[in-house]
Nanobody, 118 residues
Framework: QVQLVESGGGLVQPGGSLRLSCAAS????????MAWYRQAPGKERELVAF????????NYADSVKGRFTIARDNTKGTLSLQMNSLKAEDTAVYYC???????????WGQGTQVTVSS
């Protein structure tokens, strides 16, 4: 059974930082490209950051490029997202998922809420 458990969200002031974590189980984590997604109120879920199975390649949405860093530890089955210089528009529920699962709309976890506000 696939499980994806996100953590690390919270309330932070503009300009602040947060580090999100994702614990994955129930599938071969090290074989799968992974990504972070987010969904803001009233908006569709969007891809924020992508990392290849080996971790050797990453891609970011233009809106977070230079501020967010995705990383993975294939020995532990974990994914992280370091978020710096946070802005109000980063406020959303953040989810991790394997790209293959996200493409067919399955195995979403509960997400973690990030709120950027003064």
């Amino acid at each position: 059974q696939v499980q994806l458990v996100e953590s690390g969200g919270g309330l932070v002031q503009p300009g602040g930082s947060l580090r999100l974590s994702c614990a994955a189980s129930g599938f071969t984590f090290s074989n799968n490209p992974m990504a972070w997604y987010r969904q803001a109120p009233g908006k569709e879920r969007e891809l924020v950051a992508f990392i290849s199975a080996s971790g050797g390649r990453t891609n970011y949405a233009d809106s977070v490029k230079g501020r967010f860093t995705i990383a993975r530890d294939n020995t532990k089955g974990t994914l992280s997202l370091q978020m710096n210089s946070l802005k109000a528009e980063d406020t959303a529920v953040y989810y991790c998922n394997a790209v293959v699962f996200a493409q067919i709309g399955t195995n979403w976890g509960q997400g973690t809420q990030v709120t950027v506000s003064s």
